[in-house]
C-alpha cells in the first residue's frame, strides 16, 4: 500500500525562525511529489518535484527531492505570521493519471 | 484565469438523502479529480476524470460516483447519505491529467450530515 509520511505533526516557531518539514514516502512506480499549503480552506499549489526537477525555489520558500532515499524537504527561512498554515505532501505514480496519495501534513504555527 | 469554483460552498443534509457536488475546472484544464478531506483521514482520493471518462477509483463506497461533461465540468453525487460522509469534499483540475502538470484545488464544498 503506498504510504506518505510527513514529520513533525505540528511546529510553532517564532517570526524568523527557519523551518524544514519533511516528507517520506514509499510508492510503486513514483512519478512526482507535490507540496500544497492549506489554510481554512482550499490547499495552495507551492511545488511540484520529478526526476527531472529535483529542486525548486521561490521566494522563502525552496523544496528538495532525494529519490534515492525517498523523502522531501520543505524549507521557509524568515518564517513569517502569513506562513501559519499545514503543510500538505502528496506524491503521484506513474499508470495512475493525476490520483494523488497525501500526508497527514505537518501544522505549522508563527508566532510574533 | 479563473480559480476552480465549487457550488455549493456549504450543505446540511440529513442522513439517508443524497447530495450533489459540482466542480467548475479552471479554463482549459480537462482533467478534474476530486478528494474528501476528514480530520481523521486526511485527504484522501475519490475519483478522477478525463474527457468525460472515469480513470480512477479510489477505495470509496458505490454510493459515491461522479461524472464529467463535454465541458469539463464534474458532478459528484453521494447517495443514502451516512454521518460520516460529513467532509470537505474539494475538487482539483489539471491541464492533461497525465500527472505531468499541477493540480489546483478549487474552495471546497464542506458537506454535513445530521
Known amino acids: 500500500e503506498d504510504k506518505v509520511v510527513q514529520s513533525p505533526l505540528s511546529l510553532v516557531v517564532h517570526e524568523g525562525d527557519t523551518v524544514t518539514l519533511n516528507c517520506s514516502y514509499e510508492?510503486?512506480?513514483?512519478?512526482?511529489l507535490l507540496w500544497y499549503k492549506q489554510e481554512k480552506k482550499a490547499p495552495t499549489f507551492l511545488f511540484m518535484l520529478?526526476?527531472?526537477?529535483i529542486e525548486k525555489k521561490s521566494g522563502r520558500l525552496s523544496s528538495i527531492l532525494d529519490k534515492k532515499e525517498l523523502f522531501s524537504i520543505l524549507n521557509i527561512t524568515a518564517t513569517q505570521t502569513g506562513d501559519s498554515a499545514v503543510y500538505l505532501c502528496?506524491?503521484?505514480?506513474?499508470?495512475?493519471?493525476?490520483?494523488?496519495?497525501f500526508g497527514t501534513g505537518t501544522r505549522l504555527q508563527v508566532t510574533l | 484565469k479563473a480559480g476552480v469554483t465549487q457550488t455549493p460552498r456549504y450543505l446540511i443534509k440529513t442522513r439517508g438523502q443524497q447530495v450533489t457536488l459540482s466542480c467548475s475546472p479552471i479554463?482549459?484544464?480537462?482533467?478534474v479529480s476530486w478528494y474528501q478531506q476528514t480530520p481523521g483521514q486526511g485527504l484522501q482520493f475519490l475519483f478522477e476524470?478525463?474527457?468525460?471518462?472515469?480513470?480512477n477509483k479510489g477505495n470509496f463506497p458505490g454510493r459515491f460516483s461522479g461524472r464529467q461533461f463535454s465541458n469539463s465540468r464534474s458532478e459528484m453525487n453521494v447517495s443514502t447519505l451516512e454521518l460520516g460522509d460529513s467532509a470537505l469534499y474539494l475538487c482539483?483540475?489539471?491541464?492533461?491529467?497525465?500527472?505531468?502538470?499541477?493540480?489546483?484545488f478549487g474552495p471546497g464544498t464542506r458537506l454535513t450530515v445530521t
Open positions: 482539483a483540475s489539471s491541464l492533461t491529467g497525465t500527472g505531468l502538470y499541477e493540480q489546483y
Open positions: 510508492v510503486t512506480n513514483f512519478r512526482s
Open positions: 520529478t526526476s527531472s526537477g
Open positions: 502528496a506524491v503521484g505514480k506513474f499508470g495512475t493519471a493525476s490520483k494523488l496519495t
Open positions: 479554463s482549459g484544464h480537462r482533467s
Open positions: 476524470y478525463f474527457s468525460e471518462t472515469q480513470r
